[in-house]
C-alpha cells in the first residue's frame, strides 16, 4: 500500500509564498499522474492543479493560473506545489493525491491515494 504525505504548509502573509510538498512510500507513483486539491471550511474539496505522469503535461484551476506551479521528482518519489501571490481565499487544506491513470483528471473521484493534507493559511 502506498502512503503520501504533505508538508511545507503554513501562515502567510497575502502575497507571499509556500512551497508544498508530498513525499509517496511503500510503492512508486511514476506511472501515475498526481495532482493537489484544497478545502476550506464548510467547502467542497477543489481541484487546483494536476501533472502527468512523466512531467510533461500540467493542468490549472483558473483561480491558480499563473500564479501556482507543480512539479515532480519521479527519483525521489515527491510532487511539489509552489504558492506565489498567495491570497486570502487560497486558505484551505491542501491535500496530495495519485490518479488511477497517468494523464490527470480534475475530479476527485478519480484518485486512489490521498495524503493527509497541510493547512495554508493566508492572512489580508
Known amino acids: 500500500q502506498g502512503q503520501l504525505v504533505e508538508s511545507g504548509g503554513g501562515l502567510v502573509q497575502a502575497g507571499g509564498s509556500l512551497r508544498l510538498s508530498c513525499a509517496a512510500s511503500?510503492?512508486?507513483?511514476?506511472?501515475?499522474?498526481m495532482g493537489w486539491f484544497r478545502q476550506a471550511p464548510g467547502k467542497e474539496r477543489e481541484f487546483v492543479a494536476f501533472?502527468?505522469?512523466?512531467?510533461?503535461?500540467?493542468y490549472y484551476a483558473d483561480s491558480v493560473k499563473g500564479r501556482f506551479t507543480m512539479s515532480r521528482d519521479n527519483a525521489k518519489n515527491t510532487v511539489s506545489l509552489q504558492m506565489n501571490s498567495l491570497k486570502p481565499e487560497d486558505t484551505a487544506v491542501y491535500y496530495c493525491a495519485a490518479d488511477r491513470s497517468r494523464w490527470g483528471h480534475i475530479d476527485p473521484n478519480e484518485y486512489g491515494y490521498w495524503g493527509q493534507g497541510t493547512q495554508v493559511t493566508v492572512s489580508s
Open positions: 501533472i502527468s505522469w512523466s512531467g510533461a503535461g500540467t
Open positions: 511503500g510503492r512508486t507513483f511514476s506511472n501515475n499522474a
